[in-house]
């Protein structure tokens, strides 16, 4: 069996989509999907499945997840071993990412973006905010505060012409740790 993290867009986000961990935990667990875990309210779910296609995978749990919820949640799935590589990569150097209050989040994206989506990000480029696209994911690093920042996770679905999820990449990182197995840490 693989372990899958799956990543659900915008629910619970300013009281909207409401999903409780509970009800998202058992819809998964009715998909027979084992050792079912939910982190954190914004949508992260780590399981097991012995199923070897991410793409059908993501189409079953979205339609579960209309049929229970009644509204469209859209579904990123990573291996584990895929959101290692993901954490691995090294987006920008020490001196663009130093301040205190940088902030790199990941967006996942359902496939790999155009050849020229770096440069569709380049007007959204400033002392705030950077950019890199590896693999199907954009890495954005904030050098302030969000609250600072032009740009948001709406104008990247637009200038991509596809849905993303985004999350911290500290969330990232206690998400790898859940998915080591105990006493190999």
Same mark, same amino acid.
């Given at each position: ?73 859209? /579904? +990123? ?5 895929? *959101?290692?590589? @993901?954490?691995?990569? !090294? %987006? ?72 993303? /999820? +985004? ?5 990232? *990182?206690?998400? @790898?740790?859940?998915? !080591? %197995?105990?006493?190999?840490?």
């Amino acid at each position: 069996m693989a372990k899958y993290i799956a990543f659900l867009r915008a629910i619970n986000v300013g009281g909207h989509n409401k999903v409780k961990m509970d009800d998202l935990r058992n819809l998964f667990e009715s998909l027979q999907l084992s050792n079912v875990e939910t982190f954190i309210n914004s949508g992260n779910v780590l399981f097991d499945s012995k199923a070897k296609d991410k793409e059908t995978l993501e189409e079953k749990i979205e339609k579960a997840l209309f049929n229970t919820f009644g509204f469209e949640i859209k /579904t +990123f799935i990573r291996t584990a071993d895929e *959101l290692s590589d @993901i954490a691995g990569y !090294v %987006p920008f150097n020490y001196n663009e990412a130093d301040t205190e209050s940088a902030h790199l989040v990941i967006g996942f994206l359902s496939e790999v973006p155009p050849p020229d989506s770096e440069n569709k990000l380049q007007p959204f480029r400033t002392e705030t905010d950077d950019f890199r696209v590896y693999g199907k994911e954009v890495y954005w690093l904030c050098r302030t505060g969000f609250s600072d920042s032009k740009f948001s996770a709406a104008k990247l679905e637009k200038v991509f012409g596809m849905q993303a /999820t +985004f999350r911290n990449s500290s969330t990232i *990182l206690k998400l @790898i740790q859940k998915t !080591v %197995p105990p006493g190999s840490r």
